[in-house]
């Protein structure tokens, strides 16, 4: 029965580290930021020439794809390397001498990353890896303490102090060999059950 609840365990551990591992693996590096040719979805209000012009929030976001060709090489410049919930209080540029400018510029969602979605082989085994090395580490040590234990602490004979071989059946006294021909001195009992070395 314990080694069927140690196998749940374990099963499940290594479960849910994978599951982990698999979910935290996405094209978005949130150290990298927002690169060329994302799509992303974002918020700012402009105003052209001191007149505000639109406002683009959350619930009702600017979708653009991240390159020259879609939107201004201004804006493109400004939200290259943002990470999601970045704001930029002020980007601003000149076209054909009227002044553009976009304040709290944010970044909500990366609608489309640029960078192909993997899903690495070698982080699902490094996991499963190092689970495996956790596990056989703990194992092993909880192994070797119970043997060290057993030979590191002796037990003694309640008669004369000798190291004990058995231990009485019905009241768990230690005896050694000779003394546990004569009898339990406790509870007087005959039968013994010999200790494991």
Known sequence: MKHIRSSIILI???SILLFNTLLSVSAYDKYAGVEYDDVINTGFVSYRNGEF????????????????????VHFVDAVLGMKVGEVKPLVS??????????FNVTVYKVVRDS???T???WRVF???IIVIAVLG????????????KGRVIVKSCSSCGNKATSKCAK???????NCSSKGCKSCGSRQFIRIEK
């Open 126 to 128: 490094r996991t499963i």
């Open 119 to 121: 899903s690495p082989v």
């Open 93 to 102: 540029w000149t076209v054909d001498s009227d002044l553009i400018e976009y």
């Open 171 to 177: 009241c768990g006294l230690y005896y050694c060999s």
């Open 115 to 117: 960078t192909p979605n």
């Open 12 to 14: 499940g551990l290594v």
């Open 137 to 148: 580490g703990v194992v092993g040590i909880a192994y070797l303490g119970i043997k060290v």
């Open 53 to 72: 012009q639109v406002e683009y929030t959350e619930s009702g976001p600017f979708q653009c794809e991240v390159n020259s060709n879609a939107v201004n």
